[in-house]
């Protein structure tokens, strides 16, 4: 038994774990495992879609292989173990990059497939189920399927938490790149009404911002890729977090000055950025959830749908500053493109995701307190962000749930889905 | 770069990283292994992280000395080898070793005959150019015999001897041997243990390829591996005979 436990470090349990190597021996490891199982990837979902307590585990990270590259059209057959952080590094510089990617590029294909993933584009872009041409899928009852977009199961596989049989492979719509350099811009303002006017935009590809919840301003990021740039980058050290503090570095008085210093120092710029350091720069910061100490941390994602977005979201961060104070905010405004899967997270309106340190009660009676306003207006929660909603919270938020269980291979299952779903 | 680089054993999970990091300095690659559905999908792989680097495979039974002989003296004929690393192995459970004549001899026909073979028929080439680097991936089993994996250990004790040997032979050359000592490492070989502190095998290939570079005789793998056994190897019996290793 190992002790496994997500990025949020909430749920740390033992799980039977099986590695899978090899795609010529996946019935073996069928018949040596105790179903039901959860895949697991390399665990960077924050709460527990991603954990099946006692029960099986296969950790995918280890099927990682490149399988097939068409140089002409841009389509790349790899393996669900994939980091996408290798398809940068070795197809970037062969002219081709993912249309979408995460906060940090440590997440597996496979992952980033059954979370819909999402990232700064989505307003031009949509998630990361929108360049899956054909996924490879493998039912516990030993049956492979190959299921292209006109598939249901593709639709209920895209977002689907892995809950429909273990991806094994993946074709993903790459896109011609001929730059790794930014142009980002950092605009300050003082109010939601003021990012939604700054969101406002398609003439920029990337845009986010930072939000210090405690004064509801924020940094407002937009960006483009520069094009035909090239420049030496420099080499950057990554900071590896030793071990787990006793207590949370990330506390209250940090947090104040900490904001106060970004907000200052940050506000009004113009940088010539590397893609790494725009997409990911957590990334820099190895283990960054460790500083959260041994309790780990909590995040709040939701998405609200425009025609009530504001109103709901100044309601959230009232709540959140009288209540419990946030360490980290990003909001962003999502995109009008319909997400591919049953159970994907983005919709038209407005997300905010928020850190928090783990309070215990006190944390989860505010989050409780979120869910009203956000079920009241149309919004939903981000499964691979929760370790705690409801199933009537879910059920609201996600109206083809129904649909979806008819897909559901019997013999997965994971915390999420038997607190969630009932299976 | 304009490396040729040999790795024999080639679909073994340490075999594999080491193959992924010396793509930036490979002119060619030439991947040797046993199982060809694995080769496969490893060279494709390859093939598409490094478009430039020619990735030429090798399937064969490692006990057939004649095909043994054909592969070396094909891969001899395209130019002259800069690194050879040998890392096919087997290690079967130390109860099931015990209870099965012919698992050990299994055993011994692939960690050391095929080992050696293959040592030997690219050290011709190598002996002729006076040029190239040898590398066998040992373990640290090999190091003392211990109750918990002295078959599989006893055959790495064999080739610690060997390359000691080949250091011996090739000490007034241009020719460099390195025994590579992995710790235990998470890889298919040792799923049916308990991985829980081993290392994983990204790490152990980034040192050897370090190591090799170096032209190391002896590459410990994590380095803490080095103090670890040299306490074991001192240790006097009667108070290894009361451990649990």
């Given amino acids: 038994m190992d002790i496994i436990s997500s990025w949020d470090r909430i749920t740390r349990a033992p799980h039977n774990t099986y590695a899978i190597y090899w795609q010529n021996h996946l019935h073996e490891y069928l018949n040596a495992t105790k179903l039901p199982l959860i895949p697991y990837g390399a665990g960077k979902s924050y709460g527990d879609v991603c954990l099946n307590p006692h029960g099986s585990l296969w950790k995918m990270t280890n099927l990682n292989r490149f399988l097939e590259f068409n140089e002409s059209t841009g389509v790349l057959r790899c393996e669900a173990g994939v980091l996408l952080k290798d398809i940068n590094n070795y197809l970037i510089p062969q002219g081709w990059k993912l249309p979408v990617v995460p906060g940090t590029q440590y997440v597996t294909v496979g992952g980033a497939i059954a979370n819909d993933i999402h990232g700064k584009n989505h307003h031009c872009k949509g998630s990361f189920g929108h360049y899956v041409k054909a996924i490879k899928l493998l039912r516990t009852d030993g049956e492979i399927l190959s299921l292209n977009r006109a598939d249901p199961f593709f639709a209920a596989t895209i977002g689907g938490l892995g809950l429909t049989g273990i991806i094994i492979s993946a074709d993903l719509q790459l896109e011609p790149t001929d730059s790794q350099w930014f142009n980002n811009e950092i605009i300050p303002f003082s109010n939601i009404e003021e990012f939604t006017q700054l969101s406002n935009t398609n003439e920029y590809e990337y845009t986010v911002a930072w939000l210090d919840c405690a004064k509801s301003r924020g940094l407002f990021m937009r960006a483009n890729f520069i094009k035909n740039y090239t420049k030496p980058q420099s080499k950057k050290n990554k900071i590896n977090i030793p071990g787990v503090f006793p207590i949370s570095l990330v506390n209250h008085n940090f947090i104040r000055v900490y904001n106060s210093l970004y907000f200052g120092r940050k506000k009004n710029t113009k940088e010539t950025a590397f893609y790494e350091d725009f997409f990911f720069p957590l990334d820099n910061i190895i283990n960054w959830n460790k500083l959260y100490g041994r309790k780990g941390f909590f995040q709040y994602q939701c998405v609200i749908p425009y025609n009530t977005a504001v109103a709901a979201i100044k309601e959230i961060l009232k709540v959140i500053a009288r209540q419990q104070m946030a360490t980290l905010a990003v909001i962003k405004s999502f995109g009008y493109k319909a997400s591919v899967g049953m159970l994907s997270f983005p919709m038209p309106g407005i997300t905010l995701a928020v850190d928090f340190n783990n309070q215990g009660t006190k944390t989860l009676e505010l989050f409780n307190t979120l869910d009203k306003i956000v079920c009241a207006s149309g919004g939903r929660l981000y499964a691979a962000k929760d370790t705690r909603m409801s199933a009537a919270v879910f059920a609201a938020g996600y109206e083809k749930l129904h649909d979806f269980l008819q897909y559901r291979d019997p013999g997965i299952s994971s915390s999420f889905s038997k607190r969630v779903m009932g299976i | ?245």
């Avoid at chain 2, 150019?129 to 004790?157: C, E, M, Q, V, W």
């Avoid at chain 2, 460099?176 to 235990?184: A, D, E, F, V, Y």
């Avoid at chain 2, 994983?200 to 050897?208: C, D, F, G, L, R």
């Avoid at chain 2, 994590?222 to 009361?242: A, G, S, T």
């Fill in chain 2, 1 to 245: 770069m304009n490396k040729k680089i040999v790795i024999v054993g080639a679909s073994s999970a340490i075999a594999e990283q080491c193959a992924r990091l010396w793509l930036p300095e490979a002119s060619f690659l030439f991947l040797i292994a046993r199982d060809g559905e694995k080769l496969q999908a490893i060279k494709s792989d390859l093939a598409i992280r490094n478009p430039k680097v020619n990735i030429i495979s090798y399937v064969l039974d490692f006990l057939n000395a004649e095909e043994v002989s054909k592969v070396v003296a094909s891969i001899c004929t395209q130019g002259v080898i800069d690194i050879v690393l040998i890392a096919q192995a087997m290690m079967p459970a130390q109860i099931d070793c015990q209870n099965d004549l012919t698992l050990i001899e299994k055993l011994i026909n692939i960690n050391i005959t095929s080992v050696i073979w293959f040592s030997e028929l690219f050290l011709q080439h190598m002996e002729n150019n006076n040029h190239g680097n040898l590398a066998i991936i040992s373990s640290t089993a090999g190091d003392r015999g211990r109750r918990k994996n002295y078959i599989y250990g006893a055959s790495k004790a064999m080739l610690n001897c060997y390359t000691a040997g080949l250091r011996h032979r090739f000490y007034n050359s241009k020719i460099k041997i390195s025994l590579i000592k992995p710790g235990p490492t998470i890889s298919p070989m040792t799923a049916h243990l308990n991985q829980k502190r081993f290392a994983k095998a990204e790490q152990v290939a980034h040192n050897i390829v370090a190591g090799i570079k170096k032209d190391k005789a002896i590459i410990y793998t994590p380095f803490k591996w080095k103090f670890i056994m040299f306490v074991i190897k001192i240790m006097p019996q009667f108070i290894l005979n009361r451990l649990n290793i």
